[in-house]
């Protein structure tokens, strides 16, 4: 079952949220959903515009509701449903906040009060990034209030005081979508089904909020590859709930007296989300597929991504013990396209046909490592013997990546670096 924003809309997902091969019933989308991206935002000048910033009236918007809160109500509804059959089921539930436009219930900006914000610990481009790893945040520029700035392109800053109202409502959407988690949740524990089912949390990016003098999701950097990952498993990650205990209670954040929760054991490895599937195929019992061949394209099924059950510390389930101690297990991939070696409208969101270059990183827990190569669209080939430039970040002297090493290593000590 698929609630919200699961698969990306379009042709990423078939125009069809990849429906019938992915789910069992079709697709629920709430039906406010259309009105995100619309003139739905009161301006200081009381019309309504299409602004970055958003916080509403749910008395004044269209349906008097959010997309968010209609999906928790619609996976509720599917867990009850659930409760009353003997299967086993998926129900995968997503959320639109915190993505842009930041449209959330207004109360929530209490939560951050303005005079309290500050702004990015490096709010300025770092003087070693290349031109061709700078994202420009063009669809930042497209709304209405961001507009209205005036700003230069591409390198042109948002003035202080906006940054904090932009990094304000980020919070506050951040803290609404919370909420509905919350709730979710709490009805597993209403629904008696806190012990029997297993929960993942997670996100498809991360946003940069002034970090660099960038804003929005299209780099490599952490600040928008770093995403959070959680899982709840009955009686491994928690103890069962006894009779009438509650695992999930709803926190309510307007509350100042309430109490905090236990946090869970956390791991500092570098992992990635291809390995979700495997995770919880394994967690579920059931058959993990061996990994891609490459090509794999007669292969029905098989996965990227290595089995992180090793990292639960379970002593009774089967593990994928042929990559325990491999070195991958703690490297992260990630990769962005880029149509030119400078920052121009397109650079954020290419079309296939005009990718020029890519953005091949590696992340492990000492450094960060990108090279920007010329890349083939027609034939989705990478040229690794034409860099166009290079980044290289030692996160523990440099967790923020400000300092670019590449140029300092270069023929020095960087091949020892990448040598696992």
């Given at each position: 079952?698929?609630?919200?924003?699961?698969?990306?809309?379009?042709?990423?997902?078939?125009?069809?949220?990849?429906?019938?091969?992915?789910?069992?019933?079709?697709?629920?989308?709430?039906?406010?959903?259309?009105?995100?991206?619309?003139?739905?935002?009161?301006?200081?000048?009381?019309?309504?515009?299409?602004?970055?910033?958003?916080?509403?009236?749910?008395?004044?918007?269209?349906?008097?509701?959010?997309?968010?809160?209609?999906?928790?109500?619609?996976?509720?509804?599917?867990?009850?449903?659930?409760?009353?059959?003997?299967?086993?089921?998926?129900?995968?539930?997503?959320?639109?906040?915190?993505?842009?436009?930041?449209?959330?219930?207004?109360?929530?900006?209490?939560?951050?009060?303005?005079?309290?914000?500050?702004?990015?610990?490096?709010?300025?481009?770092?003087?070693?990034?290349?031109?061709?790893?700078?994202?420009?945040?063009?669809?930042?520029?497209?709304?209405?209030?961001?507009?209205?700035?005036?700003?230069?392109?591409?390198?042109?800053?948002?003035?202080?005081?906006?940054?904090?109202?932009?990094?304000?409502?980020?919070?506050?959407?951040?803290?609404?979508?919370?909420?509905?988690?919350?709730?979710?949740?709490?009805?597993?524990?209403?629904?008696?089904?806190?012990?029997?089912?297993?929960?993942?949390?997670?996100?498809?990016?991360?946003?940069?909020?002034?970090?660099?003098?960038?804003?929005?999701?299209?780099?490599?950097?952490?600040?928008?590859?770093?995403?959070?990952?959680?899982?709840?498993?009955?009686?491994?990650?928690?103890?069962?709930?006894?009779?009438?205990?509650?695992?999930?209670?709803?926190?309510?954040?307007?509350?100042?007296?309430?109490?905090?929760?236990?946090?869970?054991?956390?791991?500092?490895?570098?992992?990635?989300?291809?390995?979700?599937?495997?995770?919880?195929?394994?967690?579920?019992?059931?058959?993990?597929?061996?990994?891609?061949?490459?090509?794999?394209?007669?292969?029905?099924?098989?996965?990227?991504?290595?089995?992180?059950?090793?990292?639960?510390?379970?002593?009774?389930l089967e593990e994928d013990l042929t990559l325990r101690g491999n070195?991958?297990?703690?490297?992260?991939?990630?990769?962005?396209?880029?149509?030119?070696?400078?920052?121009?409208?397109?650079?954020?969101?290419?079309?296939?046909?005009?990718?020029?270059?890519?953005?091949?990183?590696?992340?492990?827990?000492?450094?960060?490592?990108?090279?920007?190569?010329?890349?083939?669209?027609?034939?989705?080939?990478?040229?690794?013997?034409?860099?166009?430039?290079?980044?290289?970040?030692?996160?523990?002297?440099?967790?923020?990546?400000?300092?670019?090493?590449?140029?300092?290593?270069?023929?020095?000590?960087?091949?020892?670096?990448?040598?696992?």
């Amino acid at each position: 079952m698929s609630v919200g924003k699961v698969f990306h809309p379009g042709i990423s997902s078939n125009h069809s949220d990849d429906s019938p091969y992915s789910w069992s019933v079709p697709p629920y989308h709430p039906s406010s959903e259309k009105y995100e991206n619309t003139k739905t935002c009161k301006g200081p000048d009381g019309e309504l515009h299409a602004n970055l910033i958003c916080p509403v009236d749910m008395a004044d918007i269209p349906e008097g509701t959010l997309p968010d809160k209609q999906s928790t109500k619609k996976a509720i509804q599917l867990l009850e449903k659930m409760k009353t059959s003997s299967s086993p089921f998926f129900l995968a539930v997503g959320y639109h906040k915190p993505h842009i436009p930041f449209r959330y219930p207004k109360e929530f900006q209490k939560l951050y009060p303005l005079e309290n914000i500050t702004l990015a610990p490096d709010p300025h481009v770092p003087p070693g990034l290349p031109p061709v790893a700078y994202n420009p945040w063009m669809d930042i520029r497209q709304r209405e209030d961001v507009e209205a700035l005036n700003l230069s392109v591409p390198y042109g800053s948002i003035p202080v005081d906006f940054q904090r109202k932009i990094r304000q409502s980020y919070f506050a959407s951040v803290s609404y979508m919370d909420t509905q988690v919350g709730h979710l949740l709490s009805a597993l524990d209403d629904l008696q089904l806190a012990n029997s089912t297993i929960v993942a949390f997670t996100s498809d990016h991360g946003w940069a909020l002034g970090e660099h003098g960038e804003w929005a999701k299209y780099s490599n950097f952490d600040v928008t590859t770093h995403v959070p990952l959680m899982f709840y498993v009955p009686g491994r990650t928690a103890p069962l709930p006894e009779a009438g205990e509650k695992l999930f209670p709803y926190i309510d954040p307007f509350d100042s007296i309430s109490e905090l929760m236990e946090p869970g054991r956390q791991v500092e490895d570098p992992v990635e989300l291809v390995s979700l599937f495997p995770t919880l195929a394994g967690l579920a019992g059931l058959h993990v597929p061996p990994r891609c061949p490459s090509p794999s394209f007669h292969v029905e099924l098989c996965r990227e991504g290595q089995s992180l059950l090793n990292h639960f510390q379970f002593h009774d389930l089967e593990e994928d013990l042929t990559l325990r101690g491999n070195p991958r297990e703690s490297i992260a991939y990630s990769q962005y396209p880029r149509p030119a070696d400078y920052p121009q409208w397109n650079s954020d969101k290419p079309s296939l046909k005009d990718i020029k270059f890519m953005g091949y990183s590696i992340r492990t827990i000492d450094y960060r490592y990108t090279v920007w190569v010329s890349f083939n669209p027609h034939e989705f080939l990478a040229n690794f013997s034409d860099v166009h430039a290079g980044e290289l970040y030692f996160v523990d002297s440099d967790p923020l990546q400000d300092h670019n090493m590449y140029n300092e290593t270069q023929g020095g000590d960087l091949p020892q670096l990448l040598t696992p």
